[in-house]
């Protein structure tokens, strides 16, 4: 089975901004055949049937309120699926379900084939070796503190609590300058940094323990667009960098264009349109997805820089 990567310089009508986006593409004439082949032995992430309420109210009237209503998403090794739909449509909801951080009401949430609502709690460790979050707000995420070589070295207290002083520093160091930070942050603390430098902390964190999979639930939305162009083009570059999986949260549709192979539309708990990232914000079906393009002006050219 041969897969190649294409990078294309443009991005259909919309500018290149820079970093070319990164597609994986079956090759030959049965492509179809393969990609349907691939999909099913390397969907990273499947969501089956996912259902989830919560109780409405208090006592005898108690009813129940369906935030998310029944979705079925999947998301392939190495991709990036968009999910928008405007606020309290349940995207955070389907993060944290991804994450074993909420359980379903019903359906099946499975993780690199790991079922992981009844995962034993040693294969849950392990997931979440594999699949990190990154949040919105870069300074709550942080603890103020401790310094920034134990921050982003964080991880390896649970995971790897046998790595010496020497170990850790020279990961902090390697995970520091992939995100474009030197070695002068590792003594400092959380409140010396801008919010872009500390969204850079944040994903040094996250990448840690080399996971397959970020959660990325707007992490760029408390960032002024220019901040927030850096950090989607860094994304974007580790992506390829590391073959990085990723779901990408956010209320910009440019963004989520720009770094998405597939976009996930949801409305009210359910999901309303999915596609290919260029010909879903090119042609959309649903008027929901028609009103979120038109209700988000296109990033300006400047504002992405690589
Ligand atoms: N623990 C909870 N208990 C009760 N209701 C909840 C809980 N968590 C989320 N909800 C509700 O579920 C709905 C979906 O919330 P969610 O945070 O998933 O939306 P969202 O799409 O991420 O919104 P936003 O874009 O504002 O972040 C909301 O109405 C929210 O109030
Ligand atoms: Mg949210």
């Not at 928008?84 to 084939?113: F, H, W």
């Not at 300074?139 to 503190?145: E, G, K, P, S």
């Not at 990448?207 to 707007?218: T, V, Y």
């Amino acid at each position: 089975m041969t897969f190649h990567v294409i990078s294309f310089g443009a991005f259909g009508a919309t500018p290149n901004f820079g970093i070319e986006p990164v597609r994986n593409y079956a090759e030959g004439g049965t492509a179809w055949l393969k990609a349907v082949v691939y999909h099913r032995l390397m969907a990273l992430v499947e969501v089956q049937s996912v259902t989830k309420t919560y109780p409405r109210g208090v006592g005898l009237g108690t009813t129940e309120r369906t935030v998310v209503d029944n979705v079925t998403l999947s998301i392939d090794e190495g991709e990036t699926l968009g999910l928008v739909g405007e606020s309290g449509s349940g995207k955070t909801t389907v993060a944290r379900m991804i994450l074993g951080l909420v359980t379903p009401s019903s359906g099946m949430v499975r993780v690199d084939g790991v079922d992981v609502s009844n995962a034993s709690s040693k294969k849950l460790k392990a997931l979440r070796r594999q699949m990190q979050p990154v949040f919105q707000d870069p300074f709550a995420a942080l603890n103020q503190r401790m310094k920034i070589l134990d921050i982003v070295t964080e991880p390896f207290r649970i995971h790897s609590p046998a790595l010496g002083p020497n170990a850790r520093r020279a990961e902090a160091s390697i995970l520091l300058k992939q995100v474009g930070l030197d070695d002068s942050a590792m003594l400092r603390y959380p409140h010396e940094f801008s919010g872009g430098q500390r969204q850079r902390i944040n994903i040094a964190r996250a990448l840690a323990l080399r996971p397959k999979l970020l959660i990325l639930d707007e992490p760029v939305s408390a960032l002024d667009v220019s901040v927030g162009a850096q950090i989607v083009n860094l994304l974007r570059q580790l992506q390829r960098e590391h073959g990085l999986t990723y779901l990408f949260i956010s209320h910009s549709m440019p963004l989520v264009r720009y770094l998405s192979t597939r976009i996930a539309v949801m409305e009210r708990g359910k999901l309303v349109e999915t596609g290919e990232a260029v010909a879903l914000c090119a042609a959309p079906r649903e008027e929901y997805t028609r009103q979120l393009l038109a209700a988000t002006p296109e990033l300006p050219t400047t504002a992405i820089s690589s």
